[in-house]
T-cell receptor
Framework: QKEVEQDPGPLSVPEGAIVSLNCTYSNSAFQYFMWYRQYSRKGPELLMYTYSSGNKEDGRFTAQVDKSSKYISLFIRDSQPSDSATYLCAMSAREYGNKLVFGAGTILRVKS | DTEVTQTPKHLVMGMTNKKSLKCEQHMGHRAMYWYKQKAKKPPELMFVYSYEKLSINESVPSRFSPECPNSSLLNLHLHALQPEDSALYLC???????????FGSGTRLTVV
C-alpha cells in the first residue's frame, strides 16, 4: 500500500463546476499537508498549505484536512479552463527530515 | 524575490558528457532540494540540503553529484548518465522544516 493514495483521473468537468480532489494516507505521523498545481512542462506551484487538521480558504480554493479519517481534500469553486492542470497532494512530518511524500497527481480538465 | 530560478531550462547531453544544473533562490530559505520527475509521475526526492549540509541522499546513483556552494545556490553535477535518466529535474527550497516548498520551473534533461 502506498503511503499516499490519489486517483490519477483524468477528471473532466464543465466550466463553473465545483471540483473536489482528494487524497488518503496511511501514516498518522503526517502533520503538514499541501496541494500543488502543475501545468504541463512546468514545476509544481504551491496552492495551499495546512498544518494539522482543519479548513483553509484562499479565493476559489478550499483545503480540508481530516486527520481522524486520514483524508484531505481540495475544492475549487467556479472552475475555469485555466484550472486545467495536474493537482498533486503532498504531506510530511518532522521526522521525515523535510521530505515530501506526494500522491500520484490528478489530471483535471475544465471544459469551456 | 519569491522565485527559485533553474538553469538551463533544457539540456541535451550524451552519455559521456559532464554537465551541471544550477538552482538559485534569494528568499532566505535554509533547505534546498533536488527532485526528479518522469512524465505523468509525481516528483521523486533525490537530495536535501539543510543549512548547506547534505541531510538526505535517497540512494541516488553516484553519476549524480550535488553541491551547495552557499545558502542561495544548489548545483547538480551530471556525469556518464543513461538514457533512462532523461526527466524533468526540479529544484525547490523551503524555510527550515517541511512546510510548503517553492519549486523552480525545472530543467528538462534528455540523455542521448
Amino acid at each position: 500500500q502506498k503511503e499516499v493514495e490519489q486517483d490519477p483521473g483524468p477528471l473532466s468537468v464543465p466550466e463553473g463546476a465545483i471540483v473536489s480532489l482528494n487524497c488518503t494516507y496511511s501514516n498518522s505521523a503526517f502533520q503538514y499537508f499541501m496541494w500543488y498545481r502543475q501545468y504541463s512542462r512546468k514545476g509544481p506551484e504551491l496552492l495551499m498549505y495546512t498544518y494539522s487538521s482543519g479548513n483553509k480558504e484562499d479565493g476559489r480554493f478550499t483545503a480540508q484536512v481530516d486527520k481522524s479519517s486520514k483524508y484531505i481534500s481540495l475544492f475549487i469553486r467556479d472552475s475555469q479552463p485555466s484550472d486545467s492542470a495536474t493537482y498533486l497532494c503532498a504531506m510530511s512530518a518532522r521526522e521525515y527530515g523535510n521530505k515530501l511524500v506526494f500522491g500520484a497527481g490528478t489530471i483535471l480538465r475544465v471544459k469551456s | 524575490d519569491t522565485e527559485v530560478t533553474q538553469t538551463p531550462k533544457h539540456l541535451v547531453m550524451g552519455m559521456t558528457n559532464k554537465k551541471s544544473l544550477k538552482c538559485e533562490q534569494h528568499m532566505g530559505h535554509r533547505a534546498m532540494y533536488w527532485y526528479k520527475q518522469k512524465a505523468k509521475k509525481p516528483p521523486e526526492l533525490m537530495f536535501v540540503y539543510s543549512y548547506e549540509k547534505l541531510s538526505i541522499n535517497e540512494s541516488v546513483p553516484s553519476r549524480f553529484s550535488p553541491e551547495c556552494p552557499n545558502s542561495s545556490l544548489l548545483n547538480l553535477h551530471l556525469h556518464a548518465l543513461q538514457p533512462e535518466d532523461s526527466a524533468l529535474y526540479l529544484c525547490a527550497s523551503s524555510q527550515d522544516g517541511p512546510s510548503g516548498y517553492t519549486f523552480g520551473s525545472g530543467t528538462r534533461l534528455t540523455v542521448v
